[in-house]
């Protein structure tokens, strides 16, 4: 069994400048509060196999993934493979919205190993991710809202 997590939001920006941000996989730690660092493993920096290394921390739970890119879709989806302790998989989805704005839609599976409480810590930390989350799509929105 895996959790799944969707969280959304709507950015006053335009798609294209949504997607520029969320193509720049290098600068997802600025805004992902959970996400400590982004280092690529090689030298591709965009596209399906893209790898990364992303050191992550929720309160005292620290653990290192590998990330790999498996859906490049410009301007409507970008999803990842999460490998490691921490394995699943994870979607952004954009919707072209009236007035410029677009809809960003995160949809996240993940499960956890038994040291970090399998299940029980899944279902533990569900509420604590989907705040996380959220507020990770708010400080997106911002930087999208900002560039426009």
Not at 32 to 48: E, L, N, P, Y
Not at 56 to 73: A, F, H, I, N, Y
């Amino acid at each position: 069994m895996s959790m799944r997590l969707r969280v959304a939001i709507t950015v006053d920006a335009p798609i294209d400048v949504v997607w520029a941000e969320l193509a720049d996989l290098g600068s997802h730690s600025e805004w992902m509060a959970d996400a400590v660092a982004i280092r690529f493993i090689g030298s591709q920096r965009s596209g399906v196999g893209t790898r990364m290394e992303v050191p992550t921390r929720v309160g005292p739970m620290r653990t290192t993934d590998e990330l790999v890119v498996t859906e490049w879709q410009p301007r409507r989806a970008l999803a990842v493979e999460h490998r490691g302790a921490i394995s699943g998989a994870g979607r952004f989805t954009l919707r072209r919205k009236r007035r410029g704005r677009t809809r960003v839609e995160w949809r996240e599976r993940v499960r956890f190993p038994w040291w970090l409480g399998g299940l029980v810590g899944e279902q533990a930390a569900r509420p604590v991710l989907r705040r996380i989350w959220r507020r990770n799509l708010a400080r997106l929105g911002a930087r999208v809202s900002q560039t426009t």
